[in-house]
Each structure stands twice: as structure tokens, then as C-alpha cells.
């Protein structure tokens, strides 16, 4: 069974700070890919990252970076010098069925920026 | 803007209705898929169809069904409802999403249903 985890329901930062939202998953598959999603408060779910199982390079865009770890299972995404605008709840997603079953999400992180 | 689009963009009906959700996916993308997102149960998918045909099922109602038309648009119908089915219904379309071959699933606005 897939099962992905976001252990930090909200989380609560001052607008320029950098924030870690955690995401840790688990499959049996050697081969499957992890996402990220923004859902605003407008509700919209929004595409930030693709990652497969075989590339685990850091990935940089912007004021995003993710950090993929295949030794803890986690695929946790940084915020860097926040704004208010990323104001929103974040999805990790798995997938392992390579589509054909839907992505698992986590419960997502609603990250809250103050200004 | 996705280019998934979605209607209508709220449905207010009262418990043992039936409604109809209705999805457009991104041109040149063969699969929809149906997800629920509901505050106790999270998101979670329902059905996926590709190029017409059902391709997998997920933790979908036996009042739930969905169909896949030639021109690729989708229809969740939603039956017999009941309170607990209040929640947002999203429609994500991917170019393919094969087994083996995984691709982005682009999502829509979403459908926010109140049954009463």
C-alpha cells in the first residue's frame, strides 16, 4: 500500500523567512513519482514539481527548492525568503501506479505567511 | 490556468438527488481522472478513464459513475445523495497515464457540492 505523510498540519512563518514543508512517503515499487501541489485559497489545486524515483538531484526554481532523499523516503520542499502570496496548502503527491491509479496525497501542510 | 475546466462551479441539491459533473480535459490529453476532497477523508481518487475506456478505480461509491465521451469530455454522476458527500469534486487530465509511463495530472477549478 502507498501512503504518503505531511506531519506538519500548519505551519505559521513571518513574511521573508525560509519554511520546510516535510513530506515522507512509502511504496513498495522501485520505480514511482512524487508531486507537488499549491491549492490556494481560491481552491484550485496548482502543479509545482514532477520527481521520479531515479533522479535524485535537488531541484531549484526560483524561491522553491526541493530536496529528494530515497535513503528516508522524504521529498521535502523549501520556500526560500517567503511572501504572502505562497499563502496556501501544500500537496505531496505519489504516484506508483504510473497513473493508472491516481496519485496518493498526503493530508497537505496549510502554510500561513504573515506580513 | 490548467486548461482543465470544470462545470458547474457550485451545486447546491438536497440529499437523495442526483447530479451531474461535467469535465473537460487539456487538449490532446487522453485520461481524466475524478478526485473527491472532503475535510475528514483529504483528497482522494475516484476513477480514472482513458480515451474512453475506464482505466482504474479507486475508493469510489457503488452511487458514484463516471463515463468518458468521444471527445474526451467527463461526467461524474453522483446518485442517491447523502450529507456526507458534500465536498469538492476535481477533474485532473493527463496525456496518457500509462503504468509505466506516468504523466503530470493537470487539475481543474473543481466543483464545490453542498448536499443538503
Known amino acids: 500500500a502507498q501512503k504518503v505523510t505531511q506531519a506538519q498540519t500548519e505551519i505559521s512563518v513571518v513574511e521573508k523567512e525560509d519554511v520546510t514543508l516535510d513530506c515522507v512517503y512509502e511504496t513498495r515499487d522501485t520505480t514511482y513519482y512524487l508531486f507537488w501541489y499549491k491549492q490556494p485559497p481560491s481552491g484550485e489545486l496548482v502543479f509545482l514539481i514532477r520527481r521520479n524515483s531515479f533522479d535524485e538531484q535537488n531541484e531549484i526554481s526560483g524561491r522553491y527548492s526541493w530536496n529528494f532523499q530515497k535513503s528516508t523516503s522524504s521529498f521535502n520542499f523549501t520556500i526560500t525568503a517567503s511572501q504572502v502570496v505562497d499563502s496556501a496548502v501544500y500537496f505531496c503527491?505519489?504516484?506508483?501506479?504510473?497513473?493508472?491509479?491516481?496519485?496518493?496525497f498526503g493530508k497537505g501542510t496549510h502554510l500561513i505567511i504573515q506580513p | 490556468d490548467s486548461g482543465v475546466t470544470q462545470t458547474p462551479k457550485h451545486l447546491i441539491t438536497a440529499t437523495g438527488q442526483r447530479v451531474t459533473l461535467r469535465c473537460s480535459p487539456r487538449?490532446?490529453?487522453?485520461?481524466v481522472y475524478w478526485y473527491q476532497q472532503s475535510l475528514d477523508q483529504g483528497l482522494q481518487f475516484l476513477i480514472q478513464?482513458?480515451?474512453?475506456?475506464?482505466?482504474a478505480k479507486g475508493n469510489i461509491l457503488e452511487r458514484f459513475s463516471a463515463q468518458q465521451f468521444p471527445d474526451l469530455h467527463s461526467e461524474l454522476n453522483l446518485s442517491s445523495l447523502e450529507l456526507g458527500d458534500s465536498a469538492l469534486y476535481f477533474c485532473?487530465?493527463?496525456?496518457?497515464?500509462?503504468?509505466?509511463?506516468?504523466?503530470?495530472?493537470?487539475f481543474g477549478p473543481g466543483t464545490r457540492l453542498t448536499v443538503l
Open positions: 487538449s490532446g490529453d487522453l485520461s
Open positions: 485532473a487530465s493527463s496525456v496518457e497515464g500509462q503504468r509505466d509511463l506516468p504523466d503530470t495530472q493537470y
Open positions: 478513464y482513458y480515451n474512453g475506456e475506464e482505466r
Open positions: 503527491a505519489l504516484d506508483s501506479g504510473g497513473g493508472a491509479d491516481g496519485l496518493t
